[in-house]
DNA sequence: GTGGTAGCATTAAT
DNA sequence: GATTAATGCTACCA
């Protein structure tokens, strides 16, 4: 069995990601890296994922008890969708998704993927603490997130690729993970299929409560990525994904 | 043998 | 033509 990127050592001791884009000036971000000092005890060591056109960064982003005590207070807030909301067209096919679904977000807010258009609900408190915690980590704004909850290792989604043309191209994924570790695999597009071009083996990372995954640009335009059946896995996630989504595009 | 997983095929609308 | 956030099937491995 292969081993998982993030089981092997660390050796990236950065506080956060190296790429950053500079949204503010110098004296500012360097006031808000002051206050990132007195809220993170313990440095952020990051670890870089990289292959050829993928780019990301990974990290525990929450202590244990953090992070138990966000997963308990979602389990509470967050409204998934249900019927119509909640399946999607594949192949031509209509499918429930495997998993359950909500989006959240700035007021008026929406976001549309294979032929599902989402209308965002206003950010619960701790969506709103949880992406502080981002911003705050990472330097990036966000203003939609996308809540996927497993309920078990059956739960599971597709190989894909979050190109959607709403997207922010320049600002990463954030990727919060809570409750069960779960497998995740990152395939290049010219690796797929089996007349593929190339040979290019998988990136294979776990998941872990707690965690942070930066999916920095350009991976989404050459790595498909999934979260496949984990038969072993008895208990839920809640994987948030932090995006940007572009206001007032042109028509 | 058995259960779990990886990888390919599918399918018809956009 | 190219793409596809889904499942189904088969081959492989422990």
New binding site residues.
Partial sequence: ?EKFVNKLSCTNNARRPQKRIKLESDERMKQREDNEEDEFSHPVPWQKIESEGLDCDYALLLSKEEADHMFKQLEEEVVYSTGEEAK??????V?????QQAAYGDAGLT?T????TRLACLWTPTLEQIGDVVTKTTGQTFNFV?V?RYKD?QD?????????KELDPLCPIASVSLGAAR?F?F?H?D??????RRQMD?V?LELAHGSLLLMNSPTNAFW?H?L??????SLPRINL?FRRILLDRKK
């Fill in positions: 069995m999607v067209r594949v192949f031509g096919k499918h429930s998704i495997p998993r976001y993927y294979s032929g599902v996308l996927n290792g599971h989604m597709g190989e894909h690729r979050d190109d959607e497998d695999i395939r597009r690796a797929r299929g089996k007349r593929s998988p294979k498909y999934s496949p059946v984990r038969k072993k896995v994904t």
